[in-house]
């Protein structure tokens, strides 16, 4: 007998709808999945033959043959359990087919018969939302998001009762309280408990991470040890503006498909939410590159600059970082995406996030100061690592010296707390949208002519700094933005002038080690 159930699986950060396929025919007992499964598929067998026993369900004792169509997609992961076993016991006569059709089903299965939470249940739950679908109890919250119709399912016992109506789905109370449309509003906690108001005798620093924040510009912080560049990147997060719906949904499809974050962690354990807040990532510099950048050899995840998206990705440490890892990045940080391709897979994930990097200028973090105790050798192999593409993809690179302890113990005025400068940065990210992007960082070409006009002496000064190899053009190309954003936090309106070019040209430094700008 033959029955079929559907399902899906992810493949980067997107889901495929998948067909499963039971086939029970008489001949030498035996268990075999085929289109395509990975070890986790094909260990489905076995857990499917110890839940439906623990389930109270008969096991034939006959040719089982499982199909996962379409055969030409590569399948991985446990959320196939539950399918295989409910077409299972549909195709040895044990449950009646009907309830089944049109609907899809998702879950790891237990040995004890328990239906456990999968892994990129949101993007699984997108493909298959069109029609009724089964999820397990735990991702519920999750999946409701984008299938407000979705049903639990605890037990493979009790999925069987409920689709034979012998029982009703159980319906826990949510987690949290989803608002119209799906999305849940900002709570308090969400909301970041570190304040720019406690950066202190940083003038130049909190104006390059208000820069920063207003025109989405990429962000380097060299300078000593202990000078504060950390405490600095840590605060821009919150001045950026909310996301939006689309956004919220896209960074939550991006985390659910990457799954637990923490060693440790379980798969969907925290509410599983359309958050408000940009997320924040801070990668250790000894990640591999597929940790930054995402993919794997056949099983391709989302990796930190993807779960970075519509937020900041934070580069401590950035001259400790292998140079082959920075020069990773050079694409995303154009693109705004990653295309991750290996022989048998690919997929396009999302990696449009603001990047801060933070450095010292040599290994010892005192260059140039006389207490450096390094070579020029070391300075510049610790140097080197950060290629000239790299660097030129920094709109802000500033340099952050160590605080007058004056500025620190001295009760000197009160400086601007995040709540204070948070509606400069809104106003101007609003003054950007009126210009058709989310940011300033974003206009090019004929846009940038449109939008950012320059005086006649603001035009030769651009020349002149470019025929000097100063500035590459893309370099020109975003001292001009960040001035834009700087008449824009000033409530200005173009055409830009010398003295903002000059501004922005200050807060784009051109050597790493300490030098002056060019």
């Known amino acids: 007998m033959l029955a079929s159930v559907s399902s899906a699986v992810v493949v980067g950060v997107e889901g495929h709808g998948v067909r499963v396929e039971v086939h029970v025919a008489g001949g030498l007992p035996s268990f075999s999945v085929v289109g395509l499964p990975d070890a986790s598929c094909r260990e489905a067998r076995d857990r499917v033959r110890a839940a439906v026993l623990s389930a109270g369900f008969r096991f034939p004792p006959e040719r089982i043959t499982v199909n996962l169509a379409p055969t030409d997609l590569r399948k991985h992961g446990p959320c196939l359990d539950l399918p295989i076993a409910l077409a299972l016991l549909v195709a040895s006569g044990q449950l009646d087919a009907d309830p089944l059709v049109g609907t899809g089903f998702l879950g790891e299965l237990g040995l004890d018969g328990s239906v456990r939470p999968v892994v990129g249940a949101l993007p699984l739950a997108e493909v298959l939302g069109s029609g009724p679908l089964v999820v397990p109890l735990r991702n519920l919250d999750e999946v409701r998001l984008v299938a407000p119709g979705a049903r ?251 605080p007058d302890p004056e500025s620190l113990f001295g009760g000197g005025a009160a400086v601007e707390s995040t709540g204070d400068v948070r509606p400069r940065v809104l106003g101007a990210r609003q003054v950007a949208a009126g210009r058709g992007v989310r940011c300033n960082r974003m206009l090019r070409g004929d846009a940038l002519e449109r939008h950012a006009p320059l005086h006649p002496d603001a035009v030769d000064l651009l020349r002149d700094r470019v025929d000097r190899g100063t500035l590459s053009v893309r370099g020109a190309q975003r001292v001009r933005a960040v001035a834009l954003t700087l008449i824009d936090l000033a409530g200005g309106s173009p055409p830009i002038g010398v003295d903002d070019l000059l501004l922005a040209e200050h807060l784009r430094i051109g050597d790493v080690t300490g030098g002056a700008a060019p």
Not at 245 to 250: F, G, H, K, P, T
Not at 338 to 359: Q, W, Y
Request: aromatic share 4%; charged share 20%; with cysteine.
């Open 152 to 402: 639990g399912a605890a037990t493979l016992r009790g999925v069987a009762e409920c689709l034979q109506g012998e029982s009703p789905w159980p319906d826990p109370e949510p987690r949290r309280s989803i608002g119209a449309g799906g999305v849940v509003g900002e709570s308090s906690a969400e909301r970041p408990s570190v304040d720019l108001a406690d950066v202190q005798g940083h003038p130049l620093g909190r104006l390059a991470i208000e820069v920063a924040a207003a025109g989405g510009h990429h962000t380097l912080l060299v300078g000593p040890p202990g000078a504060g560049k950390t405490m600095l990147a840590e605060r821009l997060v919150g001045l950026l503006p909310d996301l939006t719906d689309q956004e919220a949904l896209e960074v939550a499809r991006v985390h659910s498909a990457a799954g637990p974050t923490r060693p440790g962690g379980p798969v969907s354990d925290a509410p599983a939410v359309l958050s408000r807040r940009p997320p924040f990532r801070s990668p250790h510099h000894t990640a591999s590159v597929v940790a930054l950048v995402g993919g794997g050899s056949r099983t391709l995840r989302p990796g930190e600059i993807s779960l970075a998206t519509s937020g900041v990705l934070f580069m401590d440490e950035l001259g400790e970082f292998p140079a082959a890892h920075l020069d990773a990045l050079r694409q995303p940080l154009e693109s705004g995406v990653v295309d991750v391709v290996r022989a048998s897979v690919s997929a396009r994930l999302p990696a449009r996030f603001l990047l801060v990097g933070a450095t010292n200028p040599c290994p010892c973090g005192f260059a140039p100061d006389p207490r450096c105790r390094c070579s020029p050798a070391q300075i510049q192999r610790y140097v080197r690592r950060l290629s000239g593409p790299v660097l030129d993809r920094f709109d802000l690179r500033v340099r952050i010296e160590r």
